[in-house]
């Protein structure tokens, strides 16, 4: 059973177009996130969510939307896809705000804009 | 959050021991040393944290200096599965915290 599970695993598709990326926990974490890690292989923390709230935003471009229907979910909606948005996309989630106890990550999201 | 220096790159042979070190000289008495690392192509995954005294579990075991400016994270016996980029990150105790990933070094255990 998957503790971070992400869909799709490989998503490619045209510029302009919107894209969604879905993430679901069942380890009972109140927080969740998403990373961006690009082709440097740098990882990126963009949004962090606790309880269904929005916590950080890391001043990433409101194309990308997240929405968390609940404390186990967290989509992650990119509207009018750019070729700098090719990367892959982790999600990940930890008991807490403090993360003391770890994060879990989930297995990523390869994205390709063409 | 205190600022981490790791080598960027190390090999090590299988069955050795794999010793990763990594610098936090402005690390804060409240704040905690993690280890994450992230094998190709997978998401990061968690490995050991610590304050002060060293820790072990089944993954790894964490040395830290006494004034706390430095760690090392020991692999006892390093195999194939072990090669991946390894993160040093220091998190604070409570409140908000975020995982900032650095470079990592990048440890390649060769047979």
């Known amino acids: 059973d998957t503790a971070v599970s992400q869909t799709p695993k490989y998503l490619v598709t045209q510029m302009g177009n919107d894209k969604s990326i879905k993430c679901e926990q069942n380890?009972?974490?109140?927080?969740m996130y998403w990373y961006k890690q690009d082709s440097k292989k740098f990882l990126k923390i963009m949004f962090s969510?606790?309880?269904?709230?929005?916590?950080i935003n890391e001043t990433v471009p409101n194309r990308f939307s997240p929405k968390s229907p609940d404390k186990a979910h967290l989509n992650l909606h990119i509207n009018s896809l750019e070729l700098g948005d090719s990367a892959v996309y982790f999600c990940?989630?930890?008991?807490?705000?403090?993360?003391?106890?770890?994060?879990?990550f989930g297995s990523g999201t390869r994205l390709t804009v063409v | 959050d205190a600022k981490t220096t790791q080598p960027t790159s190390m090999d090590c042979a299988e069955g050795r021991a794999a010793n990763l070190p990594c610098n936090h000289s402005?690390?804060?008495?409240?704040?905690?040393v993690y280890w994450y690392r992230q094998i190709h192509s997978q998401g990061p995954q968690y490995i050991i944290h610590g304050l002060k005294n060293n820790e072990t579990n089944e993954m790894a075991s964490l040395i830290i200096t006494e004034d706390r400016k430095s760690s090392t994270l020991i692999l006892p016996h390093a195999t194939l599965r072990d090669t991946a980029v390894y993160y040093c990150i220091v998190l604070f105790s409570g409140g908000y915290n975020k995982l900032i990933f650095g470079a990592g070094t990048r440890l390649a255990v060769h047979p």
């Open positions: 402005t690390i804060s008495g409240n704040e905690y």
């Open positions: 969510y606790n309880n269904k709230e929005l916590i």
């Open positions: 380890l009972g974490h109140d927080t």
């Open positions: 990940a989630s930890s008991q807490d705000l403090g993360g003391g106890y770890g994060y879990t």
